[in-house]
């Protein structure tokens, strides 16, 4: 029996305690966002120490950071002559409210019809999980690894991942691999896998409008004192035009145009409206008419209001011309925009349609570059076969309009490039109510590493 052989039927024969290890990583509540929930954070970073140590890594430790911990392992016995493979997850997730949308609560993570239902399931711990049970089953069904492995699996991926920004810079050596792997992406559909070759960048910011120090009576001061929601939304309403084009002087300037061939690849990927209408139960599928859906969604910037926080939303009314208002922003970008040049002409432009008759503030909540992956090194010719194999189709190569920060840190500080091979679905609903993982992408995810670690190691 060959060692990949071994390695499967290690998998295979240990299916079901791998989900049972995952549905209590599951009940973890560590969503890195909320300050209330820090210690579930820690909890799970020790979950994942636990877990990983349990897998035969070595190296083992849950490194401290001003937020959320950073947990490594390696095994690095393949040789100088292997190449090393680098695994990046992340165990934080995207807080579950509004709780009573979930048909099961999102912290007890529940299986029905094939899927396991619970916050983090798809997006990303389960994922980094059938990772982490690949590199095991050949570790303990083989008793040895094709390649040299390590590990880096994050807790602050939610929001920016600010501590490994910086702990990437300045641990180069610790983290220095051939290649970085990342399983925290959707397949187009449960029988057509892909690689992601780009993914969009961010730039977030906060904005509050503030009026009058105190509420007011609408009819006294109607018509003399500005209102901060009316201003906002004067505001908002002059960041986009009605199709979405973003209206920010300079925002288009170092949009990298889309060749003809890339073009081309990216009209491979079968969607269209009816289909992102049917998943988004939106009226209508929207966007800028010069681009096609599949540009729209993963190659174009675009702008969108998050939240308003303001004025009076309990029952009844309230005629009152509110004190402040806030709204939360984000921008997708892509290459090559900067996140800092982008917040410098946000801010400018803000300022300069901001009326005199409210003050406005703007605050940076960070940044993260876009980035595009050279896809013809050999790492993704050994993950399209692993692809190909487990699914019986060759992968589509796609550009997804998410962002995994990352990614760009790792091209900028290590100058490592990564497989984004993913096994999410896109109606997952990850970052929404009854986010859930397709188990049987679970096994085959699972099957999909142990092949692309023997195919990448030779
Ligand atoms: N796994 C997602 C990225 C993603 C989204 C991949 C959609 C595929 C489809 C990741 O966890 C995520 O949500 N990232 C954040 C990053 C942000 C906080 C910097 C995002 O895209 O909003
Ligand atoms: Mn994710
Ligand atoms: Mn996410």
């Known amino acids: 029996m060959s060692n990949l052989d071994k390695a499967l039927a290690y998998a295979a024969a240990n299916q079901e305690a791998n989900l049972n290890e995952l549905i209590d990583l599951l009940r973890i509540p560590s969503?890195?966002?909320?300050?209330?929930?820090?210690?579930?954070?820690?909890?799970?970073?020790?979950?994942?120490?636990?877990?990983?140590?349990?897998?035969?890594?070595?190296?083992?430790?849950?490194?401290?950071?001003?937020?959320?911990?950073?947990v490594y392992g390696d095994w690095l016995h393949a040789g100088p002559d292997k190449p090393t493979l680098l695994i990046y997850g992340h165990y934080d997730v995207q807080p579950a409210e509004p709780f009573d949308a979930w048909e099961s609560p999102p912290f007890e993570p529940t299986i029905r019809d094939n899927y396991l239902y619970a916050r983090g399931s798809s997006d990303d711990k389960g994922q980094t999980h059938l990772n982490i049970k690949a590199v095991e089953a050949y570790l303990k069904g083989a008793g040895t690894l094709p390649l040299n492995v390590k590990f880096i699996i994050e807790g602050e991926e939610e929001i920016g991942g600010p501590s490994l920004e910086q702990f990437i810079p300045a641990n180069q050596s610790l983290l220095q691999a051939d290649v970085a792997l990342v399983s925290d992406t959707a397949m187009v559909s449960s029988s057509q896998p892909s690689l992601v070759y780009g993914l969009r960048g961010l730039y977030a910011f906060f904005l509050d409008v503030t009026g009058p120090d105190h509420d007011l009576h609408s009819g006294a001061y109607g018509g003399a004192v500005n209102n901060p929601i009316n201003a906002l939304a004067h505001i908002i309403s002059q960041l986009k035009d009605g199709e979405g084009k973003v209206l920010i002087p300079g925002f288009y300037d170092r949009v990298r145009p889309l060749s003809d061939e890339e073009r081309g690849l990216l009209a491979q990927y079968p969607r269209d409206d009816a289909r992102v209408q049917k998943e988004t139960g939106a009226p209508q599928i929207w966007g800028e008419a010069k681009f096609t859906l599949n540009e729209r969604m993963g190659a174009r910037p675009t702008l969108d209001v998050n939240g308003i926080i303001g004025g009076y939303t309990e029952v009844g009314t309230k005629n009152i011309i509110p004190s402040t208002v806030h709204a939360k922003l984000s921008i997708r970008l892509v290459p090559d925009q900067d996140p800092g040049e982008i917040a410098h002409l946000v801010q400018q432009y803000i300022q300069q349609i901001a009326p005199p008759s409210v003050k406005v503030q703007i605050s940076s909540r960070g940044g993260a570059p876009a980035s595009i992956t050279d896809f013809s090194i050999p790492a993704m010719q050994a993950a399209r076969q692993a692809l190909a194999h487990v699914f019986g189709r060759e992968p589509i190569l796609m550009r997804e309009g998410g962002s995994i920060p990352v990614v760009g840190a790792f091209q900028e500080h290590l100058g490592m490039e990564t497989i984004l091979m993913g096994f999410g679905l896109p109606d997952d609903r990850i970052h929404s109510p009854n986010e859930r993982f397709y188990l049987p992408n679970y096994t085959r995810g699972t099957e999909t590493v142990i092949r692309f670690l023997a195919a990448y190691g030779g």
Request: proline residues 10%; hydrophobic residues 40%; charged residues 15%.
């Open 31 to 70: 969503v890195s966002t909320q300050p209330e929930r820090a210690k579930d954070v820690q909890a799970a970073a020790h979950q994942v120490v636990h877990i990983l140590t349990q897998a035969g890594l070595e190296n083992v430790r849950l490194i401290p950071t001003p937020l959320h911990p950073l």
